[in-house]
């Protein structure tokens, strides 16, 4: 299960021996391998502006699909008792984890059906699981031996497949969640037991594989994880990254994330992810990105999920608007089954919100926070802005029964300000509160003539040029 190579420090040199030599042009910013110089590196303007992502969690942990994506981990560890009775009672004794290997099938898997939902669900990036900390890889890994997708279980390279659909089906941006370490390997646990003193892991395996899927499959996201409580300089993360900033395939639009070691996260990287589920609703004034579930137990598919724990449209529509409105972008995760279907009722909800944003997408791409994240007045109501256009949108999750909704931080400007609700096409009336505040009158909608039941935006301009002062606004909104 552990690849048997000692590259060390000639990692990046063979990397760049597969590159095609970068042509001549202007001199460009070289990063250094320190984080003073990698923390400098602008994030590409592209993934402030994209605003929403489907995560996938796709692996061998998908065959026994039961507690969570750590289902090794638990059976072995701590949290044993429910995975070993599981266990007992439907696999035969001396069963190991490694034997769930064959059974990752996929024979189910159509990378351009899925290629074809991710599109429909209105998100502008996904990012795939090539390996999560059980350490299977879902291409043919030249540093897993033989446990990966290829030589174990469906025989295929789904990280290929899956990139190649998404490149020619739809616009979306290709990215790849790499977990720098892995629960078992043995040479992992000997330099954990050195105290991450000696480095053979990272060495041998984990950085080798870094470079192998940025050269082959050039993601625009590199999404890193589990750093299995060793600091950023075990994993020579600021080496790889100066690599990946200076001389990558991707060096000019990747966006990694904060998991480049124990010390890192919410400090160093590129976005900030600060944990699993990050939702601070206030806004940050550095890009981050709130990460979470459909399924409120876990990351990959679980069989035994109850209805009860599957987060509803709503609730994901609020958690997208509330995201956006704070300055982050969502990734919202699916589990596909061990055979590659992307289970009926996660693709309903990747239809919902995709149909949500055909409406409503205008007061979320490329918008930016405005200066007040939700509103002073009426709960549930969030803003977001586009400073070029004078225009601040108000989204709403309730619709008021008395058709009125009150809304306590637009400056209004008397005879030159309208409204309007997004996906209508007539103004709305509306009253000032004072200096501060108006009152809109909404259109009598009956359930049917709504476009969508889940949330509305109000679209508002000709504000009151001031709340615009470039002297408050920031790359990610107003401060």
């Not at 970068?22 to 592209?46: C, H, M, V």
């Not at 439907?90 to 898997?109: K, M, S, V």
């Not at 589990?226 to 300089?233: L, M, Q, R, S, V």
Request: net charge neutral; hydrophobic share 35%; aromatic share 16%.
């Amino acid at each position: 299960m552990t690849g048997r190579w000692a590259l060390d420090s000639t990692l990046p040199l063979l990397a760049a021996l597969l590159l095609v030599p970068a042509q001549l042009g202007a001199a460009r910013i070289t990063y250094e391998p320190t984080w003073e110089s990698l923390d400098s590196r602008p994030i590409p303007d592209w993934f402030d502006d994209v605003k929403f992502g489907i995560f996938i969690h796709w692996g061998v942990f998908s065959v026994p699909s039961f507690g969570s994506e750590w289902f090794w981990w638990y059976w072995q560890g701590r949290k044993a008792e429910p995975y070993v009775r599981f266990m007992s009672k439907n696999y035969p004794p001396g069963f190991r984890y490694e034997d769930f290997g064959p059974q990752f099938t996929a024979e189910f898997y159509d990378p351009k059906q899925w290629a074809d939902v991710l599109k429909e669900s209105g998100a502008k990036y996904v990012v795939l699981t090539s390996k999560h900390h059980e350490g299977y890889t879902l291409w043919g890994s030249k540093f897993s031996w033989n446990w990966n997708s290829v030589d174990v279980g469906s025989k295929r390279d789904l990280v290929g497949e899956l990139a190649d659909a998404i490149r020619k089906y739809t616009d979306l941006r290709f990215g790849l969640y790499h977990s720098l370490f892995e629960w078992f390997n043995p040479l992992f646990l000997t330099d954990k037991q050195n105290a991450f003193q000696t480095r053979y892991f990272p060495n041998s395996k984990s950085l080798p594989e870094l470079y192998e899927i940025v050269i082959r499959y050039r993601p625009e996201i590199l999404w890193s994880d589990g750093d299995g409580e060793a600091p950023c300089t075990y994993w020579n993360s600021t080496g790889f990254l100066a690599w990946l900033y200076n001389e990558s395939p991707v060096k000019d639009s990747v966006v990694t994330n904060d998991r480049w070691g124990s010390n890192c996260i919410c400090k160093h990287g590129g976005y900030y992810t600060c944990s699993d589920r990050y939702n601070p609703g206030h806004l940050l004034a550095h890009k981050w990105e709130n990460c979470m579930t459909i399924d409120k137990r876990s990351w990959g598919y679980r069989r035994n999920a109850l209805i009860s724990e599957l987060l509803t449209i709503e609730e994901l529509v609020q958690e997208l608007v509330e995201t956006v409105s704070c300055g982050g972008n969502l990734l919202m995760n699916i589990g596909p089954t061990h055979d590659g279907r992307i289970p009926v009722l996660f693709e309903e909800r990747l239809k919902q919100m995709g149909k949500w944003l055909d409406v409503n997408g205008e007061a979320i791409y490329s918008t930016k926070p405005w200066r007040a994240q939700n509103d002073s007045v009426t709960p549930g109501v969030w803003y977001t802005c586009r400073p070029e256009e004078q225009t601040v949108y108000a989204t709403f999750l309730k619709w008021p029964s008395s058709w009125k909704i009150i809304l306590g931080e637009p400056r209004s400007s008397s005879g030159k300000t309208k409204v309007h609700l997004v996906g209508y096409e007539q103004n709305l009336k509306w009253l000032p509160l004072g200096e501060k505040g108006m009152i809109v009158s909404l259109p009598t909608l009956s359930p049917s003539q709504m476009a969508v039941p889940w949330g509305w935006a109000l679209k508002i301009t000709n504000l009151n040029e001031a709340v615009f002062n470039p002297r408050h606004q920031t790359k990610f909104g107003f401060l």
